[in-house]
């Protein structure tokens, strides 16, 4: 009986350590012997007990590996003190497993050199720009070296950079004194705007004024224009009047009568205006006067 259960309790032991059920994303290094053997994917497997054992256990997930901070040099002797953080995956186990005594250890190290490496060649300004730059160099020096342990490294992520208090103080009172002087340039640029747009506003409404009193002369000369032609159209018409008047039956009496009165108007009013009194020499002039108008009349109609 108690051989029975000495020989189950072998069984179990034997039948525990002979199965091996590997998680998923996960990889199993098997050595026979002390000897590496093969690299067990996710799923069951079976080991020979006391001869293959199970030496080294990786995960094949993306790994976030903090890096310590440390303070760098740049290239215009600053210091600056950087912290990151680098991404990594085991893509070969057995590399993984025997070609670094601890790949971890050698990864951050390599990080920290390569950041120091890639940050003397900067300038402090420039380390803020190029995050990007300083990223890609540090990934680019860790996956050459990492093949050989069997690991992809992702990608790095500087978390901060952080220059002495002095440099912070210098570097907060440029950026105020731009801002002020981007204010003092809006200014005055403001006023100009301003002096343009007055200068601009001036000078529309000098020459609207102008274009108004241009068009007011034009209106005016036109209404005088329009008033002569009105007043010859009107004038012609009379004379054609009169002329149509003096053909008819005692026209020429009514023109002799009419001159007749004209004249003596005109000498009436000379007498108003003067304190002598003038009268023709002799009063047969008056009469001449009437009959060489009545000729002129007549030689008009004939022509006519």
């Not at 032991?13 to 002390?34: C, D, M, N, Y």
């Not at 050698?106 to 050199?113: E, F, G, K, P, V």
């Not at 060649?121 to 069997?150: C, H, P, Y």
Request: hydrophobic content about 45%.
């Amino acid at each position: 009986m108690e051989i029975a259960l000495v020989l189950a309790v072998v069984a179990i032991v034997f039948v525990v350590r002979a199965i091996k059920i590997v998680p998923q994303q996960h990889a199993f290094v098997v050595e026979r012997l002390g000897k590496y053997d093969r690299t067990m994917a996710p799923g069951p497997h079976v080991l020979i007990p006391f001869i293959e054992r199970v030496a080294y256990q990786h995960s094949l997930k993306e790994i976030p590996l903090d890096v310590p901070s440390q303070i760098c040099i740049t290239k215009d002797n600053t210091q600056l003190t950087v912290d990151g953080i680098l991404y990594f995956q085991i893509t070969d186990p057995m590399r993984a497993s025997y070609g670094s005594s601890n790949y971890i250890v050698a990864i951050s190290q390599l990080a920290q050199t390569t950041l120091r490496s890639v940050i003397g060649r900067m300038e402090l300004d420039k380390t803020f720009e190029e995050r990007d730059l300083i990223n890609s160099s540090v990934v680019q020096a860790l996956d050459e070296a990492a093949l050989n342990w069997g690991v992809k490294v992702l990608r790095y992520e500087i978390k901060d950079l952080t220059p002495p208090p002095a440099i912070l103080h210098s570097m907060q009172a440029q950026i105020t004194a731009e801002r002020e002087k981007r204010a003092l340039i809006a200014a005055s640029e403001g006023r100009r705007q301003e002096q343009i747009n007055i200068a601009t506003g001036e000078r529309e409404a000098a020459i609207a004024k102008s274009e108004g009193q241009k068009q007011a002369e034009i209106n005016k000369a036109q209404g005088e224009a329009a008033a002569i032609t009105a007043v010859a159209d009107a004038t012609s018409d009379a004379i054609r009047k009169i002329a149509s008047a003096i053909q008819q039956p005692g026209g020429d009496q009514a023109v002799q009568l009419k001159v007749a009165e004209k004249a003596v108007e005109a000498f009436a009013q000379l007498a108003q205006k003067n304190n002598t009194m003038i009268v023709p020499g002799n009063v047969s002039e008056v009469a001449g006067l009437i009959g060489s108008a009545m000729s002129l009349l007549k030689a008009g109609n004939r022509a006519a």
